[in-house]
């Protein structure tokens, strides 16, 4: 039985304010809600029907510290979806600042104003399958938090770590490390595909309309670019900035992953 | 001013069974709108306000067969966008018939069941920068000129030909080209940057959460993946079809632009 107080809280989780108020974000999604049991992410209420909770293994059946099973129709009245799904939870905001030595020493992703929650959530699990742990969400960028960017990391941002920075976070980074390569995707960039990519870099994604701010951009020295093909023939005038990020960060990987073959 | 009517036509263009039967589809968006206007397609209605109207070049101007200025009240009425641009289209539904000969003479996509109309915009939006001319959209797919298809295509549906077909039209395909080279991503696939690409071949992507169905996967003779990073490690279960469809060409044109480089 779901308690007016329980609606109310839920239904504030839509707003960022909230969110950061209450330090809580929802997950929906019976497969992302087992995900998230099964995470070391704290799991403060979980929300289903009786016999969802059931078939849960033990061992995750108790992990949320709070289990409230509902209806269908309960479940419906707080979901964030067109079609609400078996489970939802409500899960802890994981706190976590990110480390200039820990970023330099990896490939880490700097988003630059990515405004639609679709394509953060897109752009987290892309992070993820290419074994992204960074990504760091400059001024103008949805919050990770929000359901929608929830709904389309799929599960991703369990593994992937997200945090909202500006533009001094990247100007440390410059400054304490001046040699550690900043790429940045550009329209008028150098083809990706002709490019030495190193295994360590910082790599910056723009805004959907507008690109990398130019105050960020100052700081790009490796300006790149996904061709299209065949060059100089009419056509869109960019791709959609998640697609743009995922075939930079699968170009990247390749270049680590044939340097290593045998 | 806007009539009952015109009304009534737009909003029934929400539904296949309508576009088809009007063989009308709605287009949003100042810069898509105008980017209609000036392309070959056929634009029976333009609706937006004067001022909108007249900054257009003149040419353009008496393109559609129809003009009908409108106010910001009646487009919000009408659009299908949260918030209405000032600009619509009614354009006529291209025809076009997939023709074997042609499929099998480039890289060509083939969707087995792509659902999400978002999805099948934005790899029509992939497909137009990678210059591939042909989306053969199988049993299952959102409609192309599903309102929200269009409004991810960001314009591409302009210069990418996209299709309806069905199983026997891949079968056929076999049949008459047997050695051409069917392609297809799966989950235990192979390594695709570990594969010599053809330039000519057709690349088919599977439902979201289904993948390709059992029948359509006894047509594709190479099975590739795009591989996660580091291999073996714990990540989400897969891409979304519209990024990993994104790698997936832009490998294929690559490896075309390597073989080619002086």
Redesign the interface.
Known sequence: MLSKAKIKLIRSLEHRKYRNEQGLFVVEGDKTVREMLASPLSVVCLLADAAWIEQLPVVLQTKASETVPVTAQELAQVSFLKTAHRAMALVRIPEYTPDLDEIVSCLSLYLDGVQDP?NLG?II??A????IRHVLCGAGCADTFNPKTIQ?T???VI?VKTCSVNIDFLEQLHSKYPEHPIYGAFLDGENI??QSLPARALVVMGNESKGISPKTAKLVANRIL?????AG?????S??V??AT??VC??F??Q???DT?P
Do not use: K
């Open positions: 679709g897109t699990r892309i993820d399958w290419f074994g389309s799929m599960g991703a593994r595909f002709q996904v061709p299209s093909y065949p023939e009419p056509t869109s005038e791709l959609n998640a697609t995922a075939i699968s170009e990987r390749r680590i992953s044939c073959l």
